[in-house]
């Protein structure tokens, strides 16, 4: 089968989504597909219609890949695509959208408050915030709403932190929410076609855990899958994992970012197209559930496909 | 590219990553990533003007002399140029180096010298000799973003000495080696570029350079003076290096014709006292056997036309253009509290923000107008210091794109500026849980950007 990957972009986490689309260029290799790889810049849409590919491998993260605007042109284009559908991108990448989705689906995620800097800079929402700190508590974390990875996050552990932090998260994206901080283990559950992997946790090295490189960087985070939790523990964390998977409309795979605190998971966020790289999380989870990465792209291939047939 | 057909190595499982991680070395732990390398990818899109690298100017290098002497060297001299050579170097390079270093007044031993690949290699040798784990190691603050992973990979614990505008604060040097003294150590060495730093652009005052030499020599203590840029002077008096000061008894001398002629012959040197380089021309041999022959026949050729001054003129006088271009822009697009240096030589200018801003999270910002620079952590060991400063490039581009790229950077900055004051203006009503704490008009410089903040002291 001809499969167009589509890697690289503008977004920030090119350097991710170029390793990302290196893997499964190879993986699609093996498989015995015949590849065409393309750095999506201007002139993918040129690219796509000279290769008349069969499907594209989206292995791209964050703003322009992993946000429904690659998907919705492959949708034009009449290409069917791997991963979650345009909606769901769209859900996904916007973490104040999907945690009103998550809320309405009766998800567990922990409270919050958005703002457009518009907020700030026209209407004097800086008079707000006082109030707002007092519900959430510090320290709060402070996340510019669209974004992937870790960039831009920032905790606030007191008031005189928050406008530093505000001003960061604002860099990313012109909307952030203040989040309440949740103590607990740091979990992600990548789902597979609506089934749940193993669960990985991630237990950082020390320093900050918010660290962007730390996630990238073999050795600086150490993750343990499939995590060691109770029965309950762990029927708890997929449940929460699956709801939110469900409420933000995904298909074929995704990563759904939690915290397990002594009352039960909370989910952060769900990465519609998570990293695929040597370190990423899906291929760990995969591989504790017995699949080796050949088989998980196959099968994200597959499923793409029978999503596809299925529209009329 | 991606239709050439090639094969990649079979993938990596978690259970390899896991053995790998069992065999790696304890330095690896430390050594860190460039800093913030996924931005910097970004940086690298052609559309992006990019004030990030440390480019020299290459497009004036004359294409013609270029040819002629590579082709000279092809035809007279094939079976050396193609042939390893000492690893010393040859006698013919080092007597370039010795020019090179005569124009600054500098006359070294032809036998204290060693070309290495790159000034980045000396630096690499001297640590690989000198510095066990655990070992302290001195250098400037900020200081040359490439020389922190060096010193990371051998386990120094680096300590860094604050600079203001006449370079390292020697008495801030002797405090902390008077505070070493009392817990029974000593750094191994203290690393500066005093000229024309990189990342600050300031230069060390004479008085601070023979406070710095005479320290060295009451206390039998080694400096790597790394000289990069101290023949690119484009205002000022000249001022001698520490190397001349000293006459190479303390001083270890790093040099390079990356600025002066080209990076990518990867030719640099080192200069030490014989002991110290017996065992840099052993870890030479370990390392690489020897640097490049046919970029050293190049070199030769190059010098035998006797017009790298000239050439080195032509350079200052593009520079010190791009430079009043830059500061011009400075002055123009940056906001009333930003802060920079104005250096009168070498690539860079370092400019500071209000301590509100964190460059990294601007860098996201800036990449979105495409345009790029370092962020001032990069030139701190402690990632938490230079968080609100920038390195400004301003010999890699034209004057067109540093007014546009300047321009571009100011108009973020702005826009989080007035951010900044409207998050902290704002003024809830009396008794309400309201406001943070800061008022925007005394936000406070940050203390871990000395540069260009506090005065020079009156003792120099």
Redesign the interface.
């Known amino acids: 089968m001809k499969v167009a990957v589509l890697k690289g972009g503008r977004s920030l986490e090119r350097g991710v989504s170029l390793r990302s689309g290196a893997r499964v260029e190879d993986a699609l290799e093996r498989l015995g597909h015949e590849t065409v790889a393309i750095d999506a810049g201007g002139d993918l849409v040129r690219r796509l219609a000279a290769a008349q590919p069969e499907i594209a491998f989206v292995a791209m993260h964050g703003l322009g890949g992993e946000d429904g605007t690659v998907q919705e042109l492959l949708e034009i284009l009449g290409i069917p695509f791997t991963g979650p559908p345009v909606a769901a991108c769209a859900r996904c990448i916007d973490k104040v959208l999907a945690k009103h989705e998550l809320r309405g689906a009766g998800v567990p995620t922990p409270d919050w408050f958005a703002f457009n800097e518009t907020a700030f800079r026209e209407l004097g929402a800086g008079d707000a915030l006082g109030g707002l700190e007092q519900r959430l508590g510090f320290p709060l974390v402070v996340k510019p709403s669209r974004g992937g990875s870790a960039l831009g996050v920032k905790f606030a552990a007191d008031r005189s932190e928050v406008p530093e932090a505000l001003v960061s998260a604002f860099s990313y994206d012109s909307r952030v929410l203040l989040e309440r901080f949740v103590e607990g283990r740091e979990v992600a559950v990548s789902v597979l076609g609506g089934e749940a992997l193993p669960v990985v946790e991630a237990i950082p090295g020390g320093g900050d855990r918010y660290d962007f490189e730390a996630r990238y960087e073999i050795g600086r985070t150490d993750f343990v899958c499939p995590a060691e939790l109770g029965e309950g523990e762990a029927a708890a964390v997929t449940g929460a994992a699956l709801g939110a998977y469900e409420a933000l409309g995904c298909a074929g795979f995704s990563r759904v970012d939690l915290i397990l605190a002594d009352d039960g998971p909370q989910v952060l966020e769900v990465n519609a197209i998570p990293g695929l790289t040597d370190t990423s999380l899906l291929p760990q989870a995969a591989e504790a559930a017995g699949m080796t990465f050949e088989q998980l792209v196959d099968r994200i291939l597959d499923l793409a496909l029978s999503a596809a047939s299925a529209v009329p | 590219m991606?239709?050439t057909p090639h094969r990649?190595r079979a993938?990596?499982?978690?259970?390899d990553?896991a053995r790998?991680?069992g065999l790696?070395a304890a330095r690896?732990?430390v050594m860190r990533?460039s800093a913030m390398?996924?931005?910097m990818?970004?940086t690298a899109?052609p559309e992006v003007i990019s004030l990030a690298g440390g480019l020299p100017d290459t497009s004036t290098f004359p294409a013609a002399t270029f040819a002629a002497q590579m082709t000279r060297i092809a035809q007279e001299s094939t079976a050396e140029a193609l042939q390893y050579g000492p690893t010393e170097g040859f006698a013919e390079t080092v007597d370039c180096i010795i020019e090179v270093m005569g124009a600054e007044g500098m006359l070294p031993d032809p036998d204290d010298v060693i070309v290495t690949t790159g000034g980045q290699q000396a630096i690499d040798l001297i640590c690989k000799t000198l510095v066990d784990p655990g070992d302290v190691v001195v250098c400037e603050a900020p200081t040359y973003p490439g020389a922190v992973p060096v010193f990371c990979s051998y386990q120094a614990e680096t300590i860094q000495i604050d600079c203001d505008e006449d370079g390292m604060r020697i008495e801030d040097l002797e405090a902390v080696l008077a505070r070493l003294d009392g817990e029974g150590r000593r750094p191994k060495f203290v690393y500066s570029v005093p000229s024309f730093q990189n990342p600050a652009g300031v230069t060390m005052s004479l008085e601070r350079r023979r406070r710095l030499v005479e320290l060295a020599r009451r206390r039998e203590l080694l400096v790597v003076e790394d000289n990069p840029y101290g023949l690119l002077r484009f205002g000022g008096e000249p001022l001698p290096p520490l190397y001349q000061l000293d006459g190479g008894d303390f001083v270890i001398y790093v040099g390079t014709f990356s600025k002066i002629l080209s990076p990518g012959i990867r030719l640099g040197w080192a200069v030490a006292p014989p002991p110290v380089m017996e065992k840099i021309v052993l870890g030479k041999q370990a390392s690489d056997l020897c640097t490049s022959t046919l970029t050293q026949h190049f070199v030769r050729e190059y010098f035998s036309e006797r017009r790298w001054q000239e050439y080195i003129a032509d350079l200052i006088g593009i520079y010190r253009g791009r430079r009043d271009t830059m500061v011009a822009a400075l002055r123009e697009h940056f906001p009333a509290e930003a802060t920079w240096t104005e250096p009168e030589g070498g690539l860079f200018i370092w400019a500071t923000l209000p301590e509100?801003?964190?460059t990294s999270?601007?860098l996201?910002?800036a990449?979105r107008e495409d345009v790029a620079f370092v962020p001032g952590q990069a030139a701190y060991v402690d990632e938490s210091r230079g968080r609100s400063s920038m390195r400004l490039n301003f010999s890699g581009v034209g004057d067109e794109e540093i007014r546009e790229g300047v321009r571009r950077i100011g108009r973020v900055i702005a826009e989080?500026v007035?951010?900044?004051k409207?998050?902290?203006?704002?003024?809830?009503p009396e008794g309400?849980?309201?406001?943070?704490?800061?008022e925007a008009e005394d936000v406070p410089v940050d203390e871990g950007a000395v540069l260009p903040f506090r005065k020079k002291e009156s003792t120099g």
């Open positions: 991606e239709e990649r993938h990596t499982r978690s259970s990553l790998y991680a790696f690896t732990g990533s390398r996924d931005l990818a970004v899109r509100y801003i964190d999270d601007l996201a910002k990449l989080q007035d951010l900044y409207a998050l902290t203006v704002a003024k809830g309400s849980p309201g406001t943070p704490g800061r």
